[in-house]
């Protein structure tokens, strides 16, 4: 099948890559690793920058292997950090397309994948590849998050143009922001999964140095990531529309009872 051209909503700007990288299997993968046992071979799809794929080479320690893979061909600096910081043997990482890639038919144990189809204009057909990779009776896990569940208090107008910004662009690049209510649905399009079990898990965002991590952060990447190239290169929001969401941002963290949560959908199942 022909690759479609698929457009990643956040891309690969430093406060993008910093958040990304805050990232743990323990948090990210907490659904998946109770099923996880030594030995295993995993593969973990829209790997990033990778430390959900450090994690998960851990968890199927030395007699195990990890590979982690994603389309774009700049994460390789950090790939390369992870492996430094790690020293581990058993854990690898590549570019490599879903939808077109060259590993062999069903040689993992375990496919795993963390907020990646919300970006793909076919996660369907993405899931249904990576489904393919596992072995009959191998695990399939993913976590999507779902933008509409997103709240916060105090509201203000900032973080709602928030809202109206990221979800207008994640469409425009033909992916979905509400991605986690269709977890369910898009395991059984598959129609190569069985035994689907979901859960729900959230981010929740109220002492101060989470507030603080997380005001930062969206302050940034609503400024500088691709979000804020495309929101304007769309006409969806112009710079001045976005310097308020940030600051928007800034005041939330430091408003007197703010919080902030929403939700992620998991979806494990074995391949059929």
């Given at each position: 099948?022909s690759?479609p051209?698929?457009?990643?909503?956040?891309?690969?700007?430093?406060?993008?890559?910093s958040?990304?990288?805050?990232?743990?299997?323990?948090?990210?993968?907490?659904?998946?690793?109770?099923?996880?046992?030594?030995?295993?071979?995993?593969?973990?799809?829209?790997?990033?920058?990778g430390?959900?794929?450090?994690?998960?080479?851990d968890?199927?320690?030395?007699?195990?292997?990890?590979?982690?893979?994603?389309?774009?061909?700049?994460?390789?600096?950090?790939w390369?950090?992870?492996?430094?910081?790690?020293?581990a043997?058993?854990?690898?990482?590549?570019?490599?397309?879903?939808?077109?890639?060259e590993?062999?038919q069903?040689?993992?144990d375990?496919?795993?994948?963390?907020q990646?189809?919300?970006?793909?204009?076919?996660?369907?057909?993405?899931?249904?590849?990576?489904?393919?990779?596992?072995?009959?009776?191998g695990l399939?896990?993913?976590?999507?998050?779902?933008?509409?569940?997103?709240?916060?208090?105090?509201?203000?107008?900032?973080?709602?143009?928030?809202?109206?910004?990221?979800?207008?662009?994640?469409?425009?690049?033909?992916g979905?922001?509400?991605?986690?209510?269709?977890?369910?649905?898009?395991?059984?399009?598959?129609?190569?999964?069985?035994?689907?079990?979901?859960?729900?898990?959230?981010?929740?965002?109220?002492?101060?140095?989470?507030?603080?991590?997380?005001?930062?952060?969206?302050?940034?990447?609503?400024?500088?990531?691709?979000?804020a190239?495309?929101?304007?290169?769309?006409?969806?929001?112009?710079?001045?529309?976005?310097?308020?969401?940030?600051?928007?941002?800034?005041e939330?963290?430091?408003?007197?009872?703010?919080?902030?949560?929403?939700?992620?959908?998991?979806?494990?199942?074995?391949?059929?």
């Open positions: 099948m690759s051209r698929e457009t990643y909503l956040h891309g690969h700007h430093r406060s993008v890559l958040a990304h990288s805050a990232r743990t299997a323990e948090d990210a993968a907490a659904f998946l690793l109770p099923h996880i046992e030594p030995g295993m071979r995993l593969l973990d799809f829209g790997c990033g920058p430390t959900i794929t450090v994690g998960l080479a968890a199927v320690g030395s007699s195990g292997s990890v590979l982690g893979i994603d389309i774009s061909d700049g994460l390789q600096t950090e390369d950090l992870r492996l430094k910081e790690t020293d043997t058993n854990l690898e990482f590549r570019v490599d397309d879903i939808y077109e890639t590993l062999e069903g040689q993992f375990v496919v795993y994948a963390h990646i189809l919300q970006h793909l204009a076919y996660p369907v057909g993405a899931l249904k590849a990576a489904t393919r990779l596992a072995k009959r009776g399939v896990g993913i976590r999507e998050v779902d933008w509409g569940t997103f709240a916060a208090f105090p509201e203000s107008k900032a973080l709602d143009d928030f809202r109206r910004v990221y979800d207008a662009v994640a469409i425009r690049n033909g979905n922001p509400h991605a986690g209510r269709h977890v369910l649905e898009w395991m059984e399009a598959t129609g190569e999964l069985t035994d689907i079990q979901i859960t729900t898990s959230t981010w929740t965002f109220y002492e101060e140095s989470g507030k603080t991590w997380w005001g930062d952060q969206w302050s940034q990447r609503i400024l500088e990531s691709d979000i190239v495309k929101a304007i290169e769309y006409g969806i929001a112009t710079r001045t529309e976005l310097e308020a969401i940030s600051r928007g941002w800034q939330w963290k430091h408003a007197p009872g703010s919080v902030s949560c929403f939700t992620h959908f998991e979806g494990l199942a074995r391949r059929a």
